[in-house]
C-alpha cells in the first residue's frame, strides 16, 4: 500500500505563493509517475503538473510560468510551488501517485487533499 499526505495549503491573496508538499510511504519503489491535481467545486478534477514515468514534467496551460513542480527523491516528496496565484486557482488539491501493479496494471493513489483558497 502507499499513503499520501499533502501539506501546505492555505489562504492566500492573489498574486500571493504556496508551497504544496506531498510525502510518500509505504511501496514508494512501486511508483513510477506523481502528479498534482485540483478540483473547484461545480467542476471536475483536473491535472496541474506531474512528472511521467520517464521524468518529465508536463503542465496545465492555465498554470505554465507560475507553477513549478519538484521532488525530492530521498524524502520520497514531491512538491508544487504556486506562485502568482489567482482566484481561479481555488480549489482542492490532491496528489497522486500511479504504482506498478501485478500483471503489469496500474494502480492509482490519492491524498486527502489541502485546500487552497486565493481571495483577497
Known amino acids: 500500500q502507499v499513503q499520501l499526505v499533502e501539506s501546505g495549503g492555505g489562504l492566500v491573496q492573489p498574486g500571493g505563493s504556496l508551497r504544496l508538499s506531498c510525502a510518500a510511504s509505504?511501496?514508494?519503489?512501486?511508483?513510477?509517475?506523481m502528479g498534482w491535481y485540483r478540483q473547484a467545486p461545480g467542476k471536475q478534477r483536473e491535472l496541474v503538473a506531474g512528472?511521467?514515468?520517464?521524468?518529465?514534467?508536463n503542465y496545465a496551460d492555465s498554470v505554465k510560468g507560475r507553477f513549478t513542480i519538484s521532488k525530492d527523491k530521498a524524502k520520497n516528496t514531491v512538491y508544487l510551488q504556486m506562485n502568482s496565484l489567482k482566484p481561479e486557482d481555488t480549489a482542492l488539491y490532491y496528489c497522486n501517485a500511479l504504482g506498478a501493479a501485478v500483471g503489469g496494471t496500474s494502480v492509482s493513489h490519492w491524498g486527502q487533499g489541502t485546500q487552497v483558497t486565493v481571495s483577497s
Open positions: 512528472f511521467t514515468g520517464d521524468g518529465s514534467t
Open positions: 509505504g511501496n514508494v519503489l512501486s511508483l513510477y509517475a
